[in-house]
């Protein structure tokens, strides 16, 4: 399986991995052949790209952290969350926290039982959802995160609850400045940065959670060097949860397509992350966080510094800018027996880009 951008997608190739519509009905099945019309219908719904499956890429897996059907439960309950939210609607709002919860503790169970796997999967989201899906993500990578702090299951409750619920702020901001194309106004924008103090005061007044959880709401746009807001924390005042969402947050919202920009590659936003250690985010945890989710994920297509292009088959833990490739073209393009390099042990080859690959070169 690999993952192939919508630009590069072509009728006659077979869905690797199932995609869903907006209401949670399957749109195209594991298995099932593109056609003209599928490709338009993937692009209209915002997809950046989704898996296929192939000859050059029948011995790869991908694997996600948690199960494709735990996912779409999830986002599909906090999107019911937050549009009762929204609508100022609480018949039924303490019935979907609950069910919220509840969903982060299999979250909880799943990634415990997956503890020691790096996030290899570039999310398939639709861009009109986008809010849901990135919720939903941020509890996902927050908990890996969590893990790998040795948190204890009650705190990685907590903080999952707190992650997935530290936009709900938005439901109370005036939605055509949420989605403004342009430039934002200066009132725009304090108005957009109340969200995190909406949510604290909206989840403290009205839900019985742990306290920690909604001040990570509060505190997840503070930043490291005390800069952020709502109240300009920095460092160790500001929460172990908040610390971990504020990196999390960033990291998704970075490789998901918005009103004002285009996504960025997974290996583009753990750039920022990493430059940004020590300024905007805790750098012991943007240091775990590099090591957990993977730059080059497993099945990208890449060209390496010696112009030989492949697919990324596995990523390490200890050294998380390079992985192992399956290499398919040579420097010129040309076709050559499909073989493997490690660029763990490879040290002359230094860059690796992800890229797109024409299917003329490899069909």
């Not at 995190?196 to 503070?222: C, D, M, N, W």
Request: proline content about 3%; some cysteine.
């Amino acid at each position: 399986m690999r993952f192939v951008p919508v630009s590069s997608l072509a009728e006659g190739m077979y869905v690797g991995k199932s995609l869903y519509d907006k209401n949670n009905q399957l749109l195209l099945g594991k298995g099932s052949m593109i056609q003209k019309s599928y490709i338009n219908k993937i692009s209209a719904l915002g997809y950046q790209g989704i898996y296929v499956d192939d000859e050059i890429s029948s011995d790869i897996e991908v694997k996600d952290i948690i199960c494709d059907e735990l996912r779409r439960n999830t986002i599909s309950t906090i999107k019911d969350v937050f549009i009762k939210t929204g609508n100022a609607n609480p018949k039924g709002i303490d019935t979907g926290i609950d069910e919220t919860k509840y969903l982060i503790m299999n979250i909880v169970d799943q990634i415990l039982e997956n503890e020691d796997t790096i996030v290899n999967l570039i999310d398939l989201k639709m861009f009109d959802d986008y809010t849901f899906y990135h919720c939903v993500n941020v509890a996902v990578l927050s908990i890996l995160l969590g893990t790998s702090l040795h948190l204890n299951k009650n705190q990685l409750l907590d903080l999952g609850l707190g992650a997935i619920l530290h936009d709900i702020g938005k439901m109370f901001v005036d939605t055509n400045v949420l989605n403004k194309e342009g430039s934002l106004t200066k009132e725009e924008y304090k108005h957009i940065q109340m969200h995190s103090e909406y949510g604290y005061r909206y989840l403290k007044e009205t839900f019985a959670i742990p306290s920690a959880a909604y001040i990570a709401v509060l505190q997840h746009h503070e930043k490291f060097d005390g800069t952020g807001y709502p109240h300009r924390k920095g460092k160790d005042d500001i929460s172990l949860y908040g610390r971990i969402i504020g990196i999390t947050d960033v990291y998704d919202a970075l490789t998901s397509t918005r009103p004002y920009r285009k996504a960025l590659l997974p290996s583009e936003a753990m750039e920022y992350i990493m430059a940004n250690g020590g300024v905007m985010f805790d750098l012991n945890l943007t240091r775990k966080f590099v090591q957990k989710v993977a730059p080059f994920p497993v099945g990208t297509w890449v060209q390496l510094s010696n112009c030989y292009q492949g697919i990324v088959v596995e990523n390490y833990e200890e050294a998380c800018l390079r992985p192992k490739i399956k290499v398919l073209l040579d420097e010129k393009n040309n076709k050559v027996d499909p073989h493997y390099w490690n660029l763990k042990d490879e040290r002359n080859l230094r860059n690796v880009t992800i890229t797109s690959v024409h299917e003329e070169k490899t069909g």
